[in-house]
């Protein structure tokens, strides 16, 4: 089991680099938003500052690029993972309500994301109980 837990715990590592750092880079095409307007207009919100889309990139996709990308080099590197897994807790979440409500096509990574977030933090569980201690 440990072995599963491994290559669960790297394979999200990859993953999240991957994305993160593509909000860098920009080397992976874009989700499909056809027929989801509300959808484009918030993605391109946050991509881009400016109604100029080649005015420069928002501030917010750097941001959550930056943290999944450390949070996926943790992920491999088995450091601080569960410190890893806690700072991906918010951007899982904001994943998934943004595909739940305005792009429920591309809802699939989200929910593994989140998913494989959940189950490698219940694995880790006694790393957090000081966090509920009285």
Do not use: C
């Not at 420069?56 to 990308?69: C, F, Q, S």
């Amino acid at each position: 089991m440990k072995i599963v837990n491994l290559v669960i715990q790297i394979g999200l590592g990859i993953m999240l680099l991957a994305f993160g750092l593509n909000k860098f880079f920009w080397f992976m095409p874009d989700f499909d938003f056809t027929g989801y307007p509300e959808a484009e207009h918030l993605f391109n919100a946050l991509r881009f500052s400016g109604d100029d889309p080649e005015a420069g990139k928002g501030y917010i996709m750097n941001l959550v690029g930056l943290t999944e990308a450390v949070v996926g080099l943790l992920l491999i590197f088995r450091k601080w993972v569960p410190f890893a897994l806690v700072m991906l807790v918010p951007i899982s979440i904001n994943i998934v309500l943004f595909h739940a409500f305005v792009n429920l096509p591309n809802i699939g990574p989200a929910i593994l994301v989140a998913v494989l977030n959940g189950y490698l933090m219940y694995k880790n569980w006694e790393a957090y109980k000081p966090l509920f201690a009285k």
